[in-house]
């Protein structure tokens, strides 16, 4: 298995301070973000509010990397155009919240968007084995959902090379993205499992200056070689 060196960071703006969201959004891009992390709950799927396509549509009109917007929401197909219209570039949905998840990533596809599938700890990869190849990337919920600042579940770790092992023994070029208590400290093992992309919340907007920390977790493909 091969360890990437070239993580991407997408942080999370649940953490940022809403009351200067735009000076956030440029703060972290001029930080080095590579995507920013948009974190949708409905208060039914997980145990939280959030936020909805009218955000998603503010930030887009100052964000100048791709928007990454992660949907912890019952039914998401009724909402796909909604987020397309609002700019989202990447949109991810659970296979616990759907029937249908090839019909729902066919549908995000067509609209143009990178379609992803999130999973929740107890939610075995093997649930989507027969789908990584319509997939851009997998997120895989090191926290259970619905809150910021969650402390990293241990045991996710060999899930992580789990799916690693699945996607490249299929030949695919699909990502892993890690959303649940990343940070400098887990992110090197988490590179060494095989993430690609590191959502950070906390760990970023609760420690500036946020340059170095963006930096540290882009390190970690280097650290865990």
């Known amino acids: 298995m091969k360890i990437n060196k070239d993580i991407l960071v997408s942080p999370s703006l649940l953490s940022a301070d809403f009351t200067r969201l735009g000076e956030e959004i440029q703060a972290v891009q001029a930080a080095g973000a590579d995507w920013l992390h948009i974190d949708v709950m409905d208060g039914h799927f997980v145990p939280n509010i959030t936020i909805g396509p009218m ?29 397309h219209a609002a700019g989202a570039d990447l949109l991810t949905v659970h296979p616990e919240a759907t029937h249908h998840l090839h019909r729902t990533v066919t549908r995000i596809r067509e609209l143009g968007m990178k379609a992803g599938a999130a999973l929740n700890p107890s939610t075995n990869p093997e649930a989507l084995r027969y789908m990584l190849a319509d997939l851009d990337l997998v997120m895989l919920m090191t926290v259970n959902p619905g809150f910021g600042g969650q402390n990293f579940i241990p045991t996710m770790l060999p899930k992580v090379r789990a799916l690693r092992e699945m996607i490249d023994d299929a030949g695919l070029n699909v990502l892993i993205e890690i959303d649940g208590g990343v940070s400098p400290a887990t992110a090197p093992d988490l590179a060494r499992e095989g993430a690609d992309v590191f959502v950070a919340g906390s760990a970023v907007f609760g420690h500036p200056p946020y340059a170095e920390v963006i930096k540290k977790l882009r390190c970690s493909g280097c650290l865990a070689a």
Do not use: G
């Open 55 to 83: 955000i998603v549509a503010a930030a887009k009109r100052v964000a100048t990397v791709p928007l990454d917007v992660h949907l912890m929401i019952a039914n998401p197909d009724m909402y796909l155009e909604d987020f």
